[in-house]
């Protein structure tokens, strides 16, 4: 885990660096295995409230390592998504913490969508985005066929994967695929305080945002309204709602703790 994945702790933000930059950190089965076990200590660690997800050198993450099977062999590449690219894609979102992507370089294949699994996804402005299963007779995995009609439509969608076009970070947030392209120098620092000033936010509204969020692809509206009520009746018991009422009226910050809704 301390070779492939880098994980370290600034106040209550977890940072993952994903470390092979000699391969563009390309995603291998030990790189794999080790973001399992960092999102697994993240979920069971209270006082870890925001996460940063980034890549090491030049790269953010070029994608499955292909160099592992150069062989051309036939094979059954459902195996490989069923036990790691899917658990991934599920436990960010499912994770009840912000996830933040700061993208540094080349996203390409399933790492161009594992950037698109976070909650907000930030690139600097030499990074670029590329859908590029077509090159090796494959379709986008790794959710991308889930999250680009999503956030940029179907017809981009599709020609983004049919054509395996590689498009710039600025490109990307003009089309709504990132939340925004930044500069390059300081680019390190601006996501660290992107991701800081999340952590400082209410964990528990967090949480429900991203239950809704993720329940909206398939609600219809009147279901969707029920869950809205439902966990906004879970988040007016809790005491970060009582301190931001009370900050409200006193004209001065919250501090939120995070502190569950008391029981009974």
């Known amino acids: 885990m301390a070779e492939d994945l880098l994980v370290t702790t600034v106040g209550a933000v977890r940072i993952l660096t994903l470390n092979r930059p000699e391969k563009l950190n390309a995603l291998s089965p030990a790189l794999h295995e080790a973001l399992a076990e960092a999102l697994a200590a993240i979920e069971s660690d209270d006082a870890i409230h925001a996460v940063l997800l980034t890549g090491a050198g030049r790269g953010f993450c070029a994608g499955a390592d292909l160099t592992q099977n150069l062989s051309g062999d036939l094979r059954d590449l459902g195996t490989a998504i069923d036990k790691y690219y899917n658990p991934l894609v599920r436990r960010m979102r499912a994770l ?27 690139a ?44 710039t970070a600025a490109e990307a947030a003009t089309m709504g695929m990132i939340w925004r392209c930044l500069p390059d120098e300081g680019f390190g620092q601006a996501a660290l305080a992107l991701v800081t000033s999340l952590a400082t936010k209410p964990t528990q509204a967090i949480a429900a945002m991203k239950a809704a969020f993720n329940a909206a692809a398939t609600n219809s509206l009147d279901a969707q309204l029920d869950l809205e009520r439902d ?20 004209k001065r910050p919250a501090r939120f703790t995070g502190a569950p809704a008391p029981q009974g």
């Open 231 to 250: 966990l906004q009746r879970k988040l007016g018991r809790t005491p970060d709602f009582a301190e931001g009422m009370r900050a409200f009226a006193e």
């Open 124 to 167: 600097c402005a030499s990074a670029n985005f590329t859908q590029a299963f077509v090159r090796i007779g494959l379709m986008p995995d790794a959710g991308g066929t889930f999250f680009l009609p999503q956030l940029v439509g179907d017809a981009r969608a599709r020609g983004l994967a049919m054509l395996g076009e590689t498009i």
């Open 96 to 122: 009840p913490k912000p996830v933040v992507a700061a993208v540094n370089g080349v996203a390409a294949g399933a790492g161009a969508n594992l950037a698109l699994a976070a909650d907000i996804v930030i």
